[in-house]
């Protein structure tokens, strides 16, 4: 879809928002029989809000691609999944601590931590037995295969877990800024980079587009980390929906606390840019993902 001056971007990514929120509703695990409590416990944080950006993107670039039909909803709610559960861990008393999460109480809060950790894991393997409905909806099971292998990756000990494993042994201690950059890159830019890959690979792009993304996904990952950075210095908890000086709190190096508030959100800046010249030269309309790429570097919650 084209952006033009009659779209309103906010308008847009609202109505693109509740899409992914209604094709997440179609794969929640039900809450019945004996397990129905760790369902429940699964669908409280699937359901607790959120942005569900990546989920947003991986469809935009689905589509920037030529995508057609309907493989491209069970990755989406896949990969909100695959989030979901990265973010019940994280809060954990052994890793963040943290009691809210997007303006409620976390799942150990509510659910006890035993259970938020069965809930955690149980959503990472529910985001797979989602994806794989995707070969029953697709010509092209070559695709899906090829964009399974991506989610996997992204999300394991090459990406979003090795970050936070990472970022767990290291914890309270100080870092450079290539330790710090490694960290950012994998927990928070490798799920961004598998959302804009998968939506290329599930419409047919070429590899050279699908690289592209993941550069694009690289930088926009760091940016957007950089940002929750300043956030956690300068934003309000009410307006976050979770703890501000959490960072602080935890003895956490940060962008912020490595090169300062003004350098950091330049950083940001540079980032964001950077990737939206990569968008420019794909030879694709790019206009929503790139006031998309905006809106993240300049969002204030």
Not at 38 to 53: E, I, W
Not at 61 to 65: G, T
Not at 165 to 193: C, F, M, Q, W
């Given at each position: 879809m084209k952006m033009g001056a009659s779209v309103n971007f906010k308008d847009e990514l609202a109505r693109r928002t509740a899409r992914a929120e209604e094709i997440l509703k179609q794969y929640l695990p039900p809450e019945e029989g004996f397990?129905?409590?760790?369902?429940?416990?699964?669908?409280?944080?699937?359901?607790?809000?959120?942005?569900?950006?990546?989920?947003?993107?991986m469809e935009e670039?689905?589509?920037?691609?030529g995508g057609t039909g309907r493989e491209i909803e069970p990755f989406m709610a896949g990969m909100e999944m695959i989030h979901t559960h990265s973010l019940i861990h994280d809060d954990l008393p052994a890793l963040d601590n943290d009691d809210t999460r997007r303006g409620k109480p976390t799942s150990h809060v509510v659910f006890?931590?035993?259970?938020?950790?069965?809930?955690?894991?149980?959503?990472?393997?529910?985001?797979?037995?989602?994806?794989?409905?995707?070969?029953?909806?697709?010509?092209?099971?070559?695709?899906a295969a090829r964009a399974l292998c991506v989610m996997a990756e992204k999300t394991g000990i090459r990406g979003m877990l090795g970050g936070?494993?990472?970022?767990?042994?290291?914890?309270?201690?100080?870092?450079?800024?290539?330790?710090?950059?490694?960290?950012?890159?994998?927990?928070?830019?490798?799920?961004?980079?598998?959302?804009?890959?998968?939506?290329?690979?599930?419409?047919?792009?070429?590899?050279?587009?699908?690289?592209?993304?993941?550069?694009?996904g690289r930088r926009i990952g760091l940016a957007f980390q950089i940002v929750d950075d300043i956030l956690d210095v300068t934003g309000e908890t009410a307006a976050l929906g979770k703890p501000v000086?959490?960072?602080?709190?935890?003895?956490?190096?940060?962008?912020?606390?490595?090169?300062?508030?003004?350098?950091?959100?330049?950083?940001?800046?540079?980032?964001?840019?950077?990737?939206?010249?990569?968008?420019?030269?794909?030879g694709?309309?790019?206009a929503f993902m790139k006031e998309l790429f905006r809106a993240l570097s300049a969002r204030t919650r």
């Open positions: 397990a129905a409590q760790a369902a429940r416990a699964m669908n409280y944080s699937l359901q607790a809000g959120g942005k569900r950006l990546r989920p947003v993107m670039a689905w589509r920037m691609y006890g931590e035993a259970m938020a950790i069965l809930a955690g894991d149980m959503l990472l393997n529910h985001a797979y037995e989602t994806m794989l409905k995707a070969f029953c909806m697709t010509e092209h099971p070559d695709r936070q494993s990472v970022d767990v042994e290291n914890d309270g201690t100080p870092l450079d800024r290539d330790l710090l950059n490694y960290i950012y890159e994998n927990k928070t830019s490798a799920l961004i980079e598998a959302s804009l890959m998968t939506g290329a690979l599930l419409a047919g792009a070429e590899q050279a587009a699908v690289e592209v993304m993941e550069a694009c000086h959490s960072d602080e709190k935890n003895h956490k190096t940060t962008y912020v606390t490595l090169y300062g508030l003004d350098r950091s959100r330049k950083k940001a800046e540079e980032l964001t840019e950077e990737a939206i010249g990569m968008l420019e030269q794909s694709t309309d790019c």
